[in-house]
């Protein structure tokens, strides 16, 4: 399963739900990776802190040893594709989430998010909240 960047965050933010999700998917030995485009939307908040220190030690703590998947040639298509599906339809979404939808899809993961809303008429992609 892979987190959205609103999961990270709520875990960093101690998120109840958030929280309860994650201990839930232990439990069940599912792990939860993340994406390239997560860190790159954490370091963005990150670098907008006014408290950066603080920040950047809640990201490594929540990041820790967890596995990123890359937004390489597959995922790029398949983002172009739900970018492209969305504008076609007169739908919006924002870059990012194509990404991180098109990263999920090429690595057949479903995507853990409280913004189902985004992820939403994406084909081929499996969205589990909290």
Same mark, same amino acid.
């Given at each position: 399963?892979?987190a959205?960047t609103?999961f990270?965050?709520?875990?960093?933010?101690?998120d109840?739900s958030?929280? @309860?999700?994650?201990e839930e998917?232990?439990?069940?030995?599912?792990?939860?990776?993340?994406?390239?485009?997560?860190v790159?939307?954490?370091?963005?908040?990150l670098?907008?802190?006014?408290?950066?220190?603080?920040?950047?030690?809640?990201?490594d703590?929540?990041?820790?040893?967890?596995?990123?998947?890359h937004?390489?040639?597959?995922?790029a298509?398949?983002?172009g594709?739900i970018?492209?599906?969305?504008?076609?339809?007169?739908l919006?979404?924002?870059?990012?989430?194509?990404m991180?939808?098109g990263?999920?899809?090429?690595? @057949?993961?479903?995507?853990?998010?409280r913004n189902?809303?985004?992820?939403?008429?994406?084909?081929r992609?499996?969205? @589990?909240?909290?």
């Amino acid at each position: 399963m892979i987190a959205d960047t609103t999961f990270l965050i709520d875990i960093m933010r101690g998120d109840r739900s958030a929280i @309860e999700k994650g201990e839930e998917l232990e439990r069940d030995g599912v792990q939860v990776n993340i994406t390239t485009v997560s860190v790159f939307e954490l370091y963005v908040g990150l670098n907008s802190s006014i408290r950066p220190i603080e920040e950047k030690n809640k990201i490594d703590k929540v990041l820790g040893n967890i596995v990123v998947h890359h937004f390489d040639f597959d995922a790029a298509r398949e983002a172009g594709e739900i970018f492209a599906d969305k504008k076609r339809r007169e739908l919006t979404i924002d870059p990012e989430d194509a990404m991180i939808a098109g990263i999920c899809i090429s690595n @057949e993961e479903p995507i853990l998010t409280r913004n189902v809303n985004h992820f939403s008429n994406i084909g081929r992609l499996t969205v @589990e909240s909290y």
